[in-house]
T-cell receptor, first 113, second 111 residues
Framework: GAGVSQTPSNKVTEKGKYVELRCDPISGHTALYWYRQSLGQGPEFLIYFQGTGAADDSGLPNDRFFAVRPEGSVSTLKIQRTERGDSAVYLC???????????FGPGTRLTVL | EDQVTQSPEALRLQEGESSSLNCSYTVSGLRGLFWYRQDPGKGPEFLFTLYSAGEEKEKERLKATLTKKESFLHITAPKPEDSATYLCAVRFLGGSEKLVFGKGTKLTVNP
């Protein structure tokens, strides 16, 4: 695949449940970013990985949100005890090496009922 | 606080009617200003990066320019397929590699 891929494309869950969102970056890209986009808003930064480590997690809203990238490629965003306010599109982006251009995936639309 | 403001929020044009979108920013040390296009239900698609005042980039009917406080995305003779939301983002000193986005301008081009 040539681009960033994200799964699932849609996720509906109930308040209080745990969810995992997956991102496959472009092959060879060392940097990976997570953003969250609410309706009518621009994407909002969550966390940035350089290799396996989180270089900046200042955008994670609280300790219910956690992300990993154990082998420096695929990343998983984990949300515990979901709340209705977590409903949004979660976007993943990757870049070759910062400060290269960030290329975005199609997003995962999360709906918390 | 660092901010990116885009105007107008929405713009409706007739096919062939040229116009400009604005992105103003207040950041402490710009390390790049980015334009993306976003179609409904899709992720942002990269268009341009600008780094310094006076720089210009062009692609088909789009031209992006940058000054010390704002950027313009000029659309010349737009077509209906140019309809999309255009997002502006900045990267700034002390902000790691994260992008700070504006809310976007929703462009509709009528045939």
């Amino acid at each position: 695949g040539a681009g960033v891929s994200q799964t699932p494309s849609n996720k509906v869950t109930e308040k209080g449940k745990y969810v995992e969102l997956r991102c496959d970056p472009i092959s060879g890209h060392t940097a990976l970013y997570w953003y969250r986009q609410s309706l009518g808003q621009g994407p909002e930064f969550l966390i940035y990985f350089q290799g396996t480590g989180a270089a900046d997690d200042s955008g994670l809203p609280n300790d219910r949100f956690f992300a990993v990238r154990p082998e420096g490629s695929v990343s998983t965003l984990k949300i515990q005890r979901t709340e209705r306010g977590d409903s949004a599109v979660y976007l993943c982006a990757s870049s070759r090496t910062p400060p290269d251009t960030q290329y975005f995936g199609p997003g995962t639309r999360l709906t918390v009922l | 606080e660092d901010q990116v403001t885009q105007s107008p929020e929405a713009l409706r044009l007739q096919e062939g009617e040229s116009s400009s979108l604005n992105c103003s920013y207040t950041v402490s040390g710009l390390r790049g200003l980015f334009w993306y296009r976003q179609d409904p239900g899709k992720g942002p698609e990269f268009l341009f990066t600008l780094y310094s005042a006076g720089e210009e980039k062009e692609k088909e009917r789009l031209k992006a320019t940058l000054t010390k406080k704002e950027s313009f995305l000029h659309i010349t003779a737009p077509k209906p397929e140019d309809s999309a939301t255009y997002l502006c983002a900045v990267r700034f000193l002390g902000g790691s590699e994260k992008l700070v986005f504006g809310k976007g301008t929703k462009l509709t081009v009528n045939p």
